[in-house]
Every structure is written in C-alpha cells, then in structure tokens.
C-alpha cells in the first residue's frame, strides 16, 4: 500500500473494539501535552543523541547458517538509503529519534505494492506524528492500529503494516511510558520548572540590582531646572569616575538603601543542571563536546546502544516476513565512529583491521582520504596495511607515467 493509499480517510473498521491487556493498563496512546522540549537543556541533550543516530548507517544483512554475513541489495536496502522523497537518511534517523524522546513511541509507515508473487515490495519509510494511537482487535485476535492525527484524519491498519519503536517499554501492554502510554517525565518536569524559576530569579536579582540604590537629596531648595541639571551633572561624575569614589560637597547627601540582593549559588545551579543531564542520559562533558575517548564509549553504551539495536529489531519484525526472517534477514544500524577518530586513531585501527580483514582496500583509502583504486581493484581485502599504501604510490606513479 502506498503513501497515497494511507492518506485517504478511512473510518474506523466495524467489529473492533479495543485489545485485551494483562496489565489492565489502557492500550491507548496520547503524544505528549507539557513538552520537556520546551527546556533548553533538554533540547540540547535530544540533539546530542540525534546527531549520533544521524551518523548509524542502516543495512540489510543476511546471516548464513555458518555465521557468514554479506550485505543485501534489495527494496529494503534501497529505502533505508533513500527512506522518501523529502528524507534523507540522515534526516530520517533525526526525526525518528527527537519523537522517540518526547513521546516514548515512534510509528513509521512502510510503504509498498503487492507483487504477483504475493510479496510487499517496499517504496517508503514515512515517520508519522499521531496525536492519539489505540491498539484495536477483532474476534479472530489480530490486532490493528487506530491513529488520529490533529487535521483530524484517522485511519486504521493492521498493527504488522506500522513499525512501532518503543523505549521504556514495561508498564503499559503495547506502548512505551508511563502506564497511559507516551512520555510520563513528570518527576524531570518538576525538575526543569525548579531550575526555571530559579534563572529567573537570578535574572530579577540583577534587575533589581540595577534598580534605585541609593538617593541624593540637597540641603537647600533647588527649583526643577537647576535640579535636573545637577542630576545630569552627577551623573556624569557618576560614569567618568573610576576610582569608584565621589566627591560631594555639603550642599549634597547621599543615603545608601543597602539593598541586599541574593543570588543563587553556583553550587545549587550545577545540582539542578547535573540532576536534569543524568535524567536526560547525556553527560555535561558529551554535551558540551569536550570528552574523552572513554566517557563517549560509556555515553555509547549507555544512553545509545540500547535504542539502536531495538530499532534495528523493530524494523526487522514488520519489513520482513518470518519465512524471509528465518533465512537470516535483519536490518543492523552500524555505526561509523571510525570516520571521525583523529588521523592518529584511524591508522591505529587500520594496522589492526585490514591484516584481519576489516576492511576492504578503498574503505581503507577512503578514511586516509586517498580515492577508489581503479577498475574495482579496492574492493577486495588486502594482505596489511604496508601493502596499502605501496599500492597507493605504484598508483600514483602509474597515473604519472600515464599523464606523460
């Protein structure tokens, strides 16, 4: 069934009511009403996570009985390369992966045609936004999907047509969250409205600080002119002065109001913001960019691993049939951190990944910036790193010799 075809209004089927839980949870979903995304720390942390979803690299694999691995070039393999028409694969995994951290579930429409042999030949992967989501059945026990979206269309499907990427995933029966389904962060939301309100605080305190402190008054009448002028007079003794000291002559008294302005501690402000960053599962030092080689691999493990295989498995379970999953084809999200290790780091990998045959000749080339040896020579594994490079220079001496 294409994009199109989903579109279209459909009402919600006859004969189904909603599915059974064991929970005695509801099986129902509603997107998130007070956002976490409204906080600036929040937004922050999403965006760490994002742009390192933005860098997995989705493939179709194929796993032989004997452990042997090869890539598959298929329908599959060509949507998680181009997911639709206004998404790339970057822009995909971004999307997918912000909704999947406000609303606790992410629903991702698979598009396709029947072929003659029966077959779904998939077009499209299309990330939706419903505003509400029930997990329906009918008296045969299959299950389907009822989404309303707030243009206020609403379609049901078969729950094994929509991928359904759940985190947090134990409450409720059939959504990820709390036990209503969607995001329930109300214990991280009171912490945000906390750290809130003391920001403003602290921004009130310096508005007050720059407020009246103190008052100058004159023993003598002044008529309004003259005391406008000797206003603008102090003043600008006021601002040209820098020794902080002001000279006043008898005629003149200032009364300081000793205001006493109290700001928040630096100590109480890092609790919050600590507090928030664990919650979020990003660490001050991977936000701000600046870690080590061990807090990424933790931040990796902890806060990203997890998520990249169930997304991988989620994919797999509705793209493929159990007869095509049983010959071992899954979708596996690689990631490509070698790509953006110092040069030090890469030839590091490479004395130790192409005598065990990592990887092929130009994946090699490729990260040390060198271009594809030509007539598809690089796409077999070499013997070691040594023999890459001598190949490299035989190249570029054959090229001279060619160009002379």
Known sequence: MGIFDFWRKKEKKKGLRNAPTMSGTLPFYTSFGESIYASDIIVQSIRCKANEFKKLNPRHIRTTESGQITVADSDIAQILRRPNEHMTTGDFLEKITILLELNKNVFIYPSYYMTKGGERFYTGLYPLKPSN???LTNDKGDLFLNLRFNNGYETTLPSDSVIHWKKDYGVNDYFGGGMFGGNDDEGLLTMLQRYDQLTQSIAKAIECSCQINGIVSYNSYIDDDNLKAEREKFNEDVQSDKSGVLFLDEKLKYTDLKRDVK?????????????????????????????????????????????????????????????????????????????????????????????????TKDEARELLGYPPLPNGAGQVVPQGYNNLLDENNNNNLSNENEEG
């Open 133 to 135: 989501v029930e997990y």
């Open 263 to 359: 700001l928040v501690d630096a100590e109480t402000l890092k609790f919050f913001y600590d507090t928030i960053l664990r919650a979020s599962g990003t660490p001050l030092a991977i936000l701000n960019g600046d870690y080590t080689k061990s807090q990424k691999e933790a931040y990796y493990e902890h806060a990203l691993e997890a998520d990249i295989k169930n997304l991988g498995q989620s994919m797999s379970r509705i793209l493929f049939s159990k007869r095509q999953a049983s010959f071992g084809n899954e979708i596996v999200l690689y990631p490509n951190e070698i790509q953006f290790m110092s040069m030090e780091n890469k030839i590091s990998a490479l004395q130790t990944g192409l005598p065990a045959g990592i990887f």
